[in-house]
């Protein structure tokens, strides 16, 4: 039950209560909390509201970027009509690692800050009563773990983290608590898999439940007409007529789950579903069989004061931008979103590449603000000590990925590293055993990819082949010849693209990162970089490039919006290359994009 990763749902069984609000918040720089018995109590809280990062609520710098363990703590009831079930309290994220102390007794801990956890509360709690719930948090970064990263000890004695990726360390528990209820015997799993025949669909399923009692699975149409009925912990639902999921048109159907022992319901729970099929078929994209042009954006979650804390208010603007721009898709870089984020996308009908949190996997001079520069180091990222130890806890994380994420008709796609070191063959056996790990976990074999950086070249890359379809960052016009250079950045472009034409086999290609800073605030006839009349040639250069290659099936812009990052002289407050800004507000470029993704037809280029 503990390993359980479904979506909280209250049903004629389940019972949720929000633990969200304000909770007591310490810093533990000495890490002398849990010899101390902080886990009864906190010896000097401040309020802090959940979720949320800690980190811009903060008016000091030494607070902002503290780096080390840190509490959490809150009191909570749990109803005396709940004795006799399992009682949980299930963490959406705890960013980065994380103990969880009820009542002063340590129940789980969790590595691993993008993914949900729980924690079995029952025996520990008391009924009809409050109970406290006490979280030590630690935002440390290494190389053991993912995201990837080093942490600092000042010459003043305090910890600094010192991330290998371009996105702020914000921390903390960064989405929903929720107390939950669930039955003794109960559903730990639900997965579908969809084979649409003609007009209809077979919906295969498997459910896991902690009991051998039947399990009944019905689906619903949208209004609530059942469509289908099915027993058994597997089997195949036909839905006649099934109305298909589609981009910019969706549709879900409720499937609900029942264990049921005779007339009696043990447990209950639903899920919304909608039926599609998505296939790398030569080097198209097909979408229900039909051809699709991938368009849309590198994201973050990341939001002014707000840090990476999920904010319904960002996530729903947001989708009104994309929608508004008219794209189609989205990657979760550089991690595995809230849960809410895929939702709204299956009810919008957005596509989704769900990254993995395997960034900065790289020992290199472009990783700008890697920690280890010029110390000399030549072992290549893949072939350190430890490198068995990311392996492991990468699949892990995978693995988690995908069980949370599987159902969703909204994502097409997994995106199992982003921009690793890839120029040695050392590379490989880590590539080659995740990929295969992917397929093996599941059971709709989504296609997967990953993030290849500029530096892997179709000449030196060793892992590219892995790849379903191949994802490229490019920065041809930014990182390299830019401004008045921009006229060699597009040939030495073209000359990249020559080179991946000569070996790359049928396999589709997509762009998940290309783009310029810009400041939202400066404008310059003619262009210079930063301006917003640069990024707008910028764009123009590089989608000329995109349209002269028939095999490039997406482009995903980066990034949606600007966003913060480590500070440095590399970045003006955070990575301006938005084409919104951090506030949500368009840069010039987004009304160029609207002109271009508006007119591209849904199928662009699928008639060649
Ligand atoms: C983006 C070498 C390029 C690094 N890449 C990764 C992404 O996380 C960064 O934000 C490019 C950038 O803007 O540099």
Redesign the pocket.
Known sequence: MVSSLLYPRVTSTRRVISLDGMWNFQFDPASEGVAANWANGLPAPVSMPVPSSFCDIFTDKDSREYAGDFWYETDFFVPGEWEGNEVVIRFGSATHTARVFINGTEVCSHVGGFLPFNALATGVVKYNEYNKLSVLVNNELSETMLPCGATQTLSNGKKVCAPY???YNYAGIQRPVKLLMIPKESITDFTVNHNINDADADVDYTVETTGENNVVVTAYDAKGNQVAESCGKTGTLHIENAKLWNVHAPYLYKFVVKIVDGDKVIDEYYDTIGIRTFKVEGEKLLLNGKHVYLRGFGKHEDADIRGRGLDMVTVKRDFELMKWIGSNCFRT??YPYAEEVYYMADEEGFLIIDETPA?GLMEST?NFLAANQGTGKKVTFFEKETTPVLLEHHREVLKDMIKRDKNHASVIAWSIL??PETNHETATPYFENLFDYAHELDVQKRPRTFAV??MSLPHTCKCWQVSDFVSL?R?YGW?VMGGADISDAEEAFRQEMDGWAAIRGERPFIFT?Y?ADTLGSEHKLPSVMWSQEYQDEYLDMNHRVFDSYDWVQGELV??FADFQTTEGIMRANG?K?GIFTRQRQPKDAAFHFKARWDSLPVDYKGDK
Do not use: A, P, Q
Request: aromatic content about 24%.
């Open positions: 990726f371009d996105f870089s550089h960034v472009m982003n921009e950086v500029m960052n920065y990182y990162e783009g980066w990034n990575n290359k």
